[in-house]
């Protein structure tokens, strides 16, 4: 009797309910978070571990091949938000439009590179941009008279390729995104829009774009912490984590690097503290902007 | 309201999945720049499934091997069936679980850290070796006992390799990765209008590097094609400096006791000849940074080198990328900077060790010393994994070094145990990995060597300096 009055209570049906979510969130999210944090403050040793206070941290700040990985995940990142919000949508609204034909074929196109693993296209990407004369882009560019260039050794023309990877890889799913935002506008505006004569432009600048704002947010917050994050496109395109002068280190490459292949592990969580942060720091300043904590909106 | 506590949720839980997307990323794949022997395997490894076989007899005693590469595996399963048929009364059963590289050697330092969960016997990537050896008797059983039996004809250099700070053996080893000069006699007899044995007769004249630049300037010039080189210097990878330190009898990762030091005399004197070379049209650049990536492959296979060092577990690379070239390459001892110096030095490797956990820790190491060290194991280590065995009493042994139905033997010019056997075990030279060899190996190939081969008047002293800057950092 018991035991049915417990199933049947509506007051903790719910959290039977979220229970295992709850418990995988405090077991995978929650404890390796805090654990990592105490971490970051130790000298993890082989057989034991020393508290060392901020001498952690301390050595972040002086660390110049932490500072290159920061600078070139920034950039990455801020890249990526360039290059894969803009085009995304639009790729979404001439989807949803009368204008292509054989939308589905369209779709699957655009979306099929993310379901292949990034070890096998990295590695294809990395063949593509050898900077041995039968490379793909070594083959264009010099058909076009511009010569062979050493892709993967130059600042430049390194990020330009993992760009090129990111772009291949993400733009199918950020169109998607935007696509079931543009599903869940109200035909009825448009509509509205056209017996007050408005043109396409005028439809998309005061309808479409408010309307998707709340996707927009979205998916600019998740672009933030997947540019900041990137570490295996990198790794891929390099061959590994070393990349000439560290133009292809990120932040979780340079965590890696220390955490793995040196096995200092405080040092790593320092580093991954610091990544915390900073995609913290950008998110909330991002969603501060965009007014998702203003109060009285739904 | 319930937007903002939504938000506050979405982005706490964000951040936390940033830790964890780290930890699945890293698993995906490692690879050290030491590990240039295994680099492929582990690339190979890094997306494949667990893969867990069990071998030998199921009454005997129970075994757990973890290793990164399933043909280690399968190696210990053969040995295995052969050790029970030799010993009726003690049979072994083991289960060999190939793991990811990544996987399997965070897995191991977790278990060997938390005392608990670790196998009996485990692969270790030379690369990753000083991290599991740091616990030195607590986490693994010294193999000195059990080698003793081998040790007289052990390759010295390979069994150093995998010693602890106190001394004694942790690791047994699969191969010496001896370092050799690859020569491409059918190009270079064409260039030179010279016959094949003609070709090699001068090959083997060559006894230092200033020989080794009259040779190549021969053939240069017999070419006439200035888009041709007859070698390539690395930017990815330390061979030639490796290479060199062995040659001088150098170490800059000073052992155990002594602060690294990269500033030595015998790696300005390769990093000179080095930009001298590039200077003169001698040597390019490896396009992609060293020859074991696809790009070195394409660049060997148009005869834009025709000759460069490396370890001898760059032949499978031969039978594997490049079958068309059989039978134009021929092997030779390195160069040297003074006659009587040592030829070779051991590249890459894994070590197996048997740790304190095993609950036969007894039968575990004698069973991996005579599965990596017998006649018998060494035999088979030949035969199916390809590497150049570390123990030497084969190496003139007419029935196994001069076998024609191995693909090596049947691929190169001349036997390759040969060439092992001129060199002599003592000739091969030995860098210590340590735990400090990560930060030099790293520093030098994303930054120096970028620095002065790319540039060949950029300053070498300058770029040292600032290598030796950044290794002190961190010592």
Same mark, same amino acid.
């Given at each position: 009797?018991?035991?049915?009055?417990?199933?049947?209570?509506?007051?903790?049906?719910?959290?039977?309910?979220?229970?295992?979510?709850?418990?995988?969130?405090?077991?995978?999210?929650?404890?390796?978070?805090?654990?990592?944090?105490?971490?970051?403050?130790?000298?993890?040793?082989?057989?034991?571990?020393?508290?060392?206070?901020?001498?952690?941290?301390?050595?972040? $700040?002086?660390?110049?091949?932490?500072?290159?990985?920061?600078?070139?995940?920034? %950039?990455?990142?801020?890249? @990526? &938000?360039? =290059? !894969?919000?803009?085009?995304?949508?639009?790729?979404?609204?001439?989807?949803?439009?009368?204008?292509?034909?054989?939308?589905?074929?369209?779709?699957?196109?655009?979306?099929?590179?993310?379901?292949?693993?990034?070890?096998?296209?990295?590695?294809?990407?990395?063949?593509?941009?050898?900077?041995?004369?039968?490379?793909?882009?070594?083959?264009?560019?010099?058909?076009?008279?511009?010569?062979?260039?050493?892709?993967?050794?130059?600042?430049?023309?390194?990020?330009?390729?993992?760009?090129?990877?990111?772009?291949?890889?993400?733009?199918?799913?950020?169109?998607?995104?935007?696509?079931?935002?543009?599903?869940?506008?109200?035909?009825? $505006?448009?509509?509205?829009?056209?017996?007050?004569?408005?043109?396409?432009?005028? %439809?998309?600048?005061?309808? @479409? &774009?408010? =309307? !998707?704002?709340?996707?927009?947010?979205?998916?600019?917050?998740?672009?933030?912490?997947?540019?900041?994050?990137?570490?295996?496109?990198?790794?891929?395109?390099?061959?590994?984590?070393?990349?000439?002068?560290?133009?292809?280190?990120?932040?979780?490459?340079?965590?890696?690097?220390?955490?793995?292949?040196?096995?200092?592990?405080?040092?790593?969580?320092?580093?991954?503290?610091?990544?915390?942060?900073?995609?913290?720091?950008?998110?909330?300043?991002?969603?501060?902007?965009?007014?998702?904590?203003?109060?009285?909106?739904? | 309201?319930?937007?903002?506590?939504?938000?506050?949720?979405?982005?706490?839980?964000?951040?936390?999945?940033?830790?964890?997307?780290?930890?699945?990323?890293?698993?995906?794949?490692?690879?050290?720049?030491?590990?240039?022997?295994?680099?492929?395997?582990?690339?190979?490894?890094?997306?494949?499934?667990?893969?867990?076989?069990?071998?030998?007899?199921?009454?005997?005693?129970?075994?757990?091997?973890?290793?990164?590469?399933?043909?280690?595996?399968?190696?210990?399963?053969?040995?295995?069936?052969?050790?029970?048929?030799?010993?009726?009364?003690?049979?072994?059963?083991?289960?060999?679980?190939?793991?990811?590289?990544?996987?399997?050697?965070?897995?191991?330092?977790?278990?060997?850290?938390?005392?608990?969960?670790?196998?009996?016997?485990?692969?270790?990537?030379?690369?990753?070796?000083?991290?599991?050896?740091?616990?030195?008797?607590?986490?693994?059983?010294?193999?000195?006992?059990?080698?003793?039996?081998?040790?007289?004809?052990?390759?010295?250099?390979?069994?150093?390799?995998?010693?602890?700070?106190?001394?004694?053996?942790?690791?047994?080893?699969?191969?010496?990765?001896?370092?050799?000069?690859?020569?491409?006699?059918?190009?270079?007899?064409?260039?030179?209008?010279?016959?094949?044995?003609?070709?090699?007769?001068?090959?083997?004249?060559?006894?230092?590097?200033?020989?080794?630049?009259?040779?190549?300037?021969?053939?240069?010039?017999?070419?006439?094609?200035?888009?041709?080189?007859?070698?390539?210097?690395?930017?990815?990878?330390?061979?030639?400096?490796?290479?060199?330190?062995?040659?001088?009898?150098?170490?800059?990762?000073?052992?155990?006791?002594?602060?690294?030091?990269?500033?030595?005399?015998?790696?300005?004197?390769?990093?000179?000849?080095?930009?001298?070379?590039?200077?003169?049209?001698?040597?390019?650049?490896?396009?992609?940074?060293?020859?074991?990536?696809?790009?070195?492959?394409?660049?060997?296979?148009?005869?834009?080198?025709?000759?460069?060092?490396?370890?001898?577990?760059?032949?499978?690379?031969?039978?594997?990328?490049?079958?068309?070239?059989?039978?134009?390459?021929?092997?030779?001892?390195?160069?040297?900077?003074?006659?009587?110096?040592?030829?070779?030095?051991?590249?890459?490797?894994?070590?197996?060790?048997?740790?304190?956990?095993?609950?036969?820790?007894?039968?575990?190491?004698?069973?991996?010393?005579?599965?990596?060290?017998?006649?018998?194991?060494?035999?088979?280590?030949?035969?199916?994994?390809?590497?150049?065995?570390?123990?030497?009493?084969?190496?003139?042994?007419?029935?196994?070094?001069?076998?024609?139905?191995?693909?090596?033997?049947?691929?190169?010019?001349?036997?390759?145990?040969?060439?092992?056997?001129?060199?002599?075990?003592?000739?091969?030279?030995?860098?210590?990995?340590?735990?400090?060899?990560?930060?030099?190996?790293?520093?030098?190939?994303?930054?120096?060597?970028?620095?002065?081969?790319?540039?060949?008047?950029?300053?070498?002293?300058?770029?040292?300096?600032?290598?030796?800057?950044?290794?002190?950092?961190?010592?």
């Amino acid at each position: 009797m018991k035991i049915k009055n417990f199933l049947y209570s509506q007051k903790v049906a719910p959290y039977v309910f979220v229970l295992p979510f709850i418990l995988s969130f405090f077991f995978f999210w929650v404890y390796p978070l805090i654990t990592a944090f105490t971490m970051s403050f130790q000298d993890i040793g082989a057989i034991k571990s020393d508290w060392v206070g901020f001498a952690n941290y301390a050595k972040l $700040l002086k660390d110049n091949v932490f500072h290159i990985a920061v600078w070139n995940s920034v %950039k990455y990142m801020f890249f @990526t &938000l360039v =290059l !894969l919000i803009p085009f995304p949508m639009l790729f979404a609204v001439l989807l949803d439009s009368n204008l292509v034909k054989a939308k589905g074929v369209w779709k699957a196109i655009l979306y099929m590179p993310a379901l292949t693993s990034v070890v096998i296209s990295g590695t294809l990407f990395r063949l593509m941009f050898t900077e041995y004369t039968t490379g793909q882009m070594n083959m264009i560019t010099a058909a076009l008279g511009l010569g062979t260039y050493k892709w993967l050794k130059m600042g430049w023309s390194g990020m330009l390729a993992l760009l090129i990877v990111a772009c291949w890889r993400w733009t199918g799913v950020n169109m998607l995104y935007f696509l079931s935002g543009l599903k869940s506008i109200d035909t009825s $505006l448009y509509e509205a829009a056209d017996i007050d004569g408005a043109t396409g432009w005028q %439809k998309f600048k005061y309808v @479409t &774009l408010p =309307l !998707l704002k709340p996707t927009t947010v979205y998916v600019l917050t998740i672009s933030v912490y997947a540019g900041l994050a990137m570490f295996l496109e990198s790794y891929m395109l390099w061959a590994g984590n070393s990349s000439p002068n560290n133009i292809g280190l990120t932040i979780v490459g340079y965590l890696y690097k220390r955490g793995i292949e040196k096995n200092d592990m405080g040092y790593a969580c320092a580093v991954g503290v610091v990544l915390l942060v900073v995609a913290l720091i950008i998110n909330f300043a991002q969603l501060i902007v965009n007014g998702t904590f203003k109060k009285g909106e739904d | 309201m319930k937007k903002k506590l939504i938000s506050a949720l979405l982005c706490t839980s964000m951040a936390a999945s940033l830790f964890v997307g780290c930890g699945g990323a890293a698993s995906e794949g490692g690879v050290d720049p030491d590990a240039a022997a295994t680099d492929e395997e582990a690339a190979e490894s890094a997306e494949s499934e667990v893969v867990t076989n069990t071998f030998g007899d199921p009454n005997g005693t129970h075994l757990e091997m973890w290793t990164f590469v399933e043909l280690h595996g399968q190696h210990y399963g053969v040995m295995a069936e052969e050790w029970n048929k030799e010993h009726p009364d003690n049979t072994i059963e083991i289960t060999c679980t190939t793991y990811p590289y990544g996987d399997m050697h965070t897995k191991l330092l977790t278990a060997l850290e938390a005392g608990t969960g670790a196998p009996d016997i485990c692969d270790v990537e030379v690369g990753q070796f000083p991290n599991v050896v740091e616990g030195l008797d607590q986490w693994l059983v010294p193999l000195n006992d059990y080698a003793k039996d081998y040790l007289d004809t052990m390759v010295p250099a390979r069994m150093e390799t995998y010693q602890g700070e106190d001394g004694n053996y942790y690791g047994a080893p699969y191969h010496v990765g001896a370092t050799v000069m690859y020569y491409n006699v059918a190009a270079m007899s064409e260039a030179m209008g010279l016959s094949q044995d003609e070709v090699i007769a001068k090959i083997d004249a060559v006894k230092t590097w200033k020989d080794y630049e009259a040779l190549g300037n021969e053939y240069l010039t017999a070419l006439g094609d200035d888009t041709k080189y007859f070698t390539s210097v690395d930017t990815g990878g330390v061979d030639w400096l490796w290479l060199a330190m062995a040659e001088y009898g150098d170490d800059w990762t000073g052992g155990f006791d002594k602060p690294a030091n990269v500033q030595l005399d015998s790696v300005k004197e390769m990093l000179t000849m080095q930009q001298s070379w590039l200077k003169s049209g001698f040597a390019m650049v490896s396009p992609d940074g060293h020859v074991d990536l696809e790009a070195g492959f394409q660049n060997i296979m148009d005869r834009n080198i025709v000759s460069f060092p490396k370890a001898m577990w760059y032949m499978s690379r031969f039978t594997n990328y490049m079958p068309d070239e059989k039978g134009n390459w021929y092997i030779a001892k390195c160069p040297v900077f003074k006659e009587g110096q040592k030829c070779s030095v051991g590249i890459g490797g894994t070590g197996t060790v048997v740790t304190q956990q095993s609950a036969n820790k007894e039968l575990a190491a004698e069973f991996t010393c005579w599965a990596k060290m017998s006649e018998a194991g060494e035999q088979h280590i030949w035969d199916t994994l390809g590497f150049d065995v570390c123990n030497t009493a084969l190496w003139g042994d007419e029935a196994f070094a001069h076998d024609d139905n191995n693909q090596y033997n049947q691929f190169f010019i001349n036997y390759p145990y040969d060439v092992l056997s001129e060199i002599g075990m003592d000739n091969i030279g030995k860098i210590s990995v340590v735990s400090i060899s990560p930060t030099i190996n790293e520093y030098l190939c994303t930054t120096t060597l970028n620095e002065v081969l790319e540039d060949p008047d950029y300053s070498i002293d300058d770029a040292l300096q600032e290598a030796q800057d950044a290794i002190d950092m961190e010592q």
